[in-house]
């Protein structure tokens, strides 16, 4: 197994023990992602670590998607609320390097989207999506789901209808 496929690197950084890096985390962590609003950055594994350098903090964040117009909100979201809670000349650093996967997405992410009534999504097993499980609704749990759009409201999720209850609902895709 290389480094890169490693389990240490598919899972988001563990919040600090102690000290101000994990005021500084617990403070990032409260960010959401404006694509995905009922989730924190730290849900996500987009909050990826916490430095301290030359006594100002710095925030290591992963983005979702590369180029992704909410990189910025989310950057202004943290410096604002570390200024807040006394941590002025905080900088956010943007790491594309291993990229974001929806593994990184914590087990209470995946719980906040199914009651959100959003499909989380699957789980990879060494870097392959797992196809042809199928997609739970939500709603009644069923795995008899069809996709009906690549494209749901966000790119990042498409749009299933469940053949039981007959709901449709947005599955979180995997990436
Ligand atoms: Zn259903």
């Known amino acids: 197994m290389s480094a890169v496929d490693s389990p240490v690197e598919r899972v ?15 403070a990032a962590a409260t960010v959401t992602d404006p694509e995905v609003p009922v989730l924190t ?3 996500l594994g987009v909050l990826r670590g916490v430095r301290i350098v ?6 290591d ?3 979702t998607y590369s180029g992704c117009p909410a990189v910025d909100a989310i950057r202004d979201d943290i410096v604002a609320v570390l200024r807040e809670r ?3 000349g905080a900088r956010v650093d943007v790491v594309l390097s291993p ?38 609704c939500p709603r009644c749990g069923s795995l008899h789901t069809r996709e009906l759009a690549r ?3 966000t790119s990042c999720k498409a749009l299933y209808v469940c053949q039981r209850c007959r709901e449709p609902f947005d599955h979180f895709k995997e990436h």
């Open 99 to 136: 990229a974001w996967t929806t593994d990184w997405m914590s087990d209470a992410g995946r719980r906040k989207l199914m009651e959100h009534g959003i499909a989380p999504p699957g789980r990879r097993a060494g870097g392959v999506v797992a196809l042809g499980l199928g997609v739970r």
């Open 41 to 43: 950055i730290e849900d």
């Open 54 to 59: 030359d006594g100002s903090p710095v925030v």
């Open 61 to 63: 964040i992963t983005p």
């Open 86 to 88: 006394g941590f002025p």
């Open 151 to 153: 494209f749901g409201s």
């Open 12 to 26: 988001a950084r563990p919040r600090p023990e102690a000290g101000p890096e994990r005021a500084v985390w617990d």
